[in-house]
């Protein structure tokens, strides 16, 4: 509209739209941001510039633990975590050859700039396990059931699926009492276009969840650990996972959103074996069972662990590694396909 001057200027429910707006792509970003960096288990690693722009996330971050004022090496203490701040040094001054320096051999040169050797990852977590015995390599990390979808529904997928984990994480089995979704929404970050559904979808689930068997196993099970980590050794490789729950240490119980496929529940069910096998080489003995609860279909599928399964799991483990490090064994080799 225009203003006093003659200029064109934005009318107050322009800017009370845009600032609307503007909050809610804040709480979206936020959101993304919270559920990037709850993937992490073991530590979390955040890079930024010296001096971020205030409206960024790294600049939020600063503000909020003084960044910017907190020296190399320097701690940031939270209440269940440590931080520690690693700051690049500055870059020396460029220093200007004159035309009369003599000059040096090119190959010598080269050998001077050349690339230095880094040292090959020793640490791979279950999932590049799995992706290696898939034919996918150590590149995929991270399991992406969603690939292929729409960035927009992706994302809302990933999130649903860390809500899920956080739902099951809280739930106090022993009462039988549902931890507050608001609470979990709040918690998120989440922003009015996400919250109302992905609010509406864990209360089904919760309530669904209710009926099954495995919640009443669940509340008569006398202890639950949950998200327990864990770290296995294989010769000078480390593999790293986390386990949702373990079941009055004869259980392991994985769950899983989605839809069941056989193909995706074998993978799932060499995965289930693998933590057994963790367990039995640090506490000595392995569960008995393990349980994958598909929480879209409220299905529960029982993995059986025996002495021979857990061998089997252990060649494949052993398979993976020498996959991992780049070396192909030979048909005599490798293994048949895991059977659950």
């Known amino acids: 509209?225009?203003?006093?001057?003659?200029?064109?200027?934005?009318?107050?429910i322009t800017q009370a739209i845009?600032?609307?707006?503007?909050?809610?792509?804040?709480?979206?970003?936020?959101?993304?941001?919270?559920?990037?960096?709850?993937?992490?288990?073991?530590y979390l690693a955040l890079c930024g510039p010296q001096a971020p722009k205030p409206l960024s996330w790294f600049g939020a971050l600063s503000e909020l633990y003084a960044l910017t004022d907190t020296p190399h090496d320097g701690e940031i203490v939270g209440e269940k975590w440590r931080a520690r701040v690693v700051r690049q040094p500055a870059p020396s001054a460029?220093?200007?050859?004159?035309?009369?320096?003599?000059?040096?051999?090119?190959?010598?040169?080269?050998?001077?700039?050349?690339?230095?050797?880094?040292?090959e990852a020793r640490v791979f977590s279950v999932s590049q396990v799995l992706n290696a015995l898939d034919g996918r390599g150590a590149g995929h990390d991270i399991e992406e059931p969603h690939a292929g979808l729409d960035e927009e529904i992706a994302i809302l997928a990933r999130t649903r699926g860390v809500l899920v984990h956080r739902l099951f994480e809280l739930w106090d089995f022993a009462v039988g009492s549902t931890p507050s979704i608001p609470v979990l929404l709040d918690e998120a970050g989440l922003?009015?276009?996400?919250?109302?559904?992905?609010?509406?979808?864990?209360?089904?689930?919760?309530?669904?969840?209710?009926?099954?068997?495995?919640?009443?196993?669940?509340?008569?099970?006398?202890?639950i650990a949950r998200e327990m980590p864990f770290t296995l050794a294989v010769e000078d490789v480390l593999i790293v996972g986390v386990i949702d729950a373990i079941l009055d240490s004869d259980a392991i119980?994985?769950?899983?959103?989605?839809?069941?496929?056989?193909?995706?529940?074998?993978?799932?069910?060499?995965?289930?074996?693998?933590?057994?096998?963790a367990m039995k080489r640090l506490t000595g003995n392995a569960p008995r069972l393990g349980?994958?609860?598909?929480?879209?279909?409220?299905?529960t599928e029982e993995v059986?662990?025996?002495?021979?399964?857990?061998a089997e799991a252990e060649a494949a483990l052993y398979e993976a590694v020498r996959l991992l490090r780049g070396v192909t064994p030979t048909l005599g080799e490798r293994l048949p396909p895991v059977v659950a």
Do not use: N, W
């Not at 220093?95 to 090119?106: G, H």
């Open 1 to 12: 509209v225009p203003g006093d001057d003659g200029q064109m200027t934005q009318s107050t």
């Open 18 to 42: 845009l600032a609307r707006i503007d909050a809610a792509e804040r709480a979206e970003s936020a959101s993304i941001l919270y559920v990037d960096m709850t993937r992490a288990r073991d």
């Open 94 to 119: 460029v220093r200007v050859v004159s035309k009369d320096t003599e000059m040096l051999d090119k190959a010598e040169l080269f050998c001077r700039i050349g690339p230095v050797a880094v040292a």
């Open 191 to 223: 922003g009015l276009k996400r919250r109302a559904s992905l609010e509406e979808e864990l209360t089904r689930v919760a309530g669904q969840f209710r009926e099954t068997p495995l919640f009443t196993r669940l509340c008569a099970s006398r202890r």
């Open 253 to 277: 119980l994985d769950y899983k959103t989605g839809r069941y496929r056989e193909e995706q529940h074998r993978r799932y069910a060499l995965q289930v074996r693998l933590y057994a096998l």
């Open 291 to 299: 349980l994958i609860h598909y929480v879209d279909e409220d299905r």
């Open 304 to 310: 059986p662990i025996t002495p021979a399964c857990l």
